[in-house]
């Protein structure tokens, strides 16, 4: 496997359940990225993890609760989600977490559909 | 508040034609300017950025983009564009932090 790799790709779940995303990267990076791609919208930054801590967390509800146990892994667990959270999201990855400095390689994404 | 904006959410063209995909952000003293292409199924994908110098910057796949400061803009261009070059491309700025700001995207659809 090269660059960073995101599993499940599909995932349907229903607004009870718990389930968890995953990444992985396979560049020797420090930094890796949750976000958040909706239709027609922005990609939302979500959280970003340097050297496995939390640096930034852009408010995101407590039903996301992410996990970087070391460097090239990242989950994001899900619990009692919301039809709106229906959406691509995607991992990403960068040596550092100055973005100017540092190119972020990202995932194919996880499409995650809430009934 | 820093926001960048792409007008176009879809541009349709032919094969062979030339194409100009708009991007605008709000007004900074330092700015960093990206495209990302995302094709079908993938993730996004760096195709070009303007960190300093030079205005006119350009990828491997005959894409170019230009810094203009006065109109606060980066436009990409393609003078000849192929079926292949059918994604949805992304505008994104930083301004000097860990944070890259996304436009909403968009959809170049090519056709023979």
């Known amino acids: 496997e090269t660059g960073v790799t995101q599993t499940p790709r599909h995932l349907v779940m229903g607004m009870t359940n718990k389930k968890s995303l995953k990444c992985e990267q396979h560049?020797?990076?420090?930094?890796m990225y949750w976000y958040k791609q909706s239709a027609k919208k922005p990609l939302e930054l979500m959280f970003v993890y340097s050297l496995e801590e939390r640096v930034e967390n852009n408010s995101v509800p407590s039903r996301f609760s992410p996990e970087c146990p070391n460097s090239s892994h990242l989950f994001l667990h899900l619990h009692t989600l919301q039809p709106e959270d229906s959406a691509l999201y995607l991992c990403a990855s960068s040596s550092g977490v100055l973005a100017s400095v540092h190119t972020q390689y990202f995932g194919p994404g996880t499409r995650l559909t809430v009934l | 508040a820093q926001s960048v904006t792409q007008l176009d959410s879809q541009v349709p063209v032919f094969e062979e034609a030339p194409v100009e995909l708009r991007c605008n952000y709000s007004?900074?003293?330092?700015?960093?300017l990206f495209w990302y292409v995302q094709y079908p199924n993938q993730g996004l994908q760096l195709l070009l950025k303007y960190l300093s110098g030079s205005t006119l910057v350009e990828s491997i796949n005959g894409f170019e983009a230009e810094f203009n400061k006065s109109q606060t803009s980066f436009h990409l261009r393609k003078p000849s564009v192929h079926i292949s070059d059918t994604a949805e491309y992304f505008c994104a700025v930083s301004y000097n932090t860990d944070k890259l700001i996304f436009g909403t995207g968009t959809r170049l659809q090519v056709f023979p």
């Open positions: 560049l020797g990076h420090n930094a």
């Open positions: 007004s900074s003293v330092s700015v960093y």
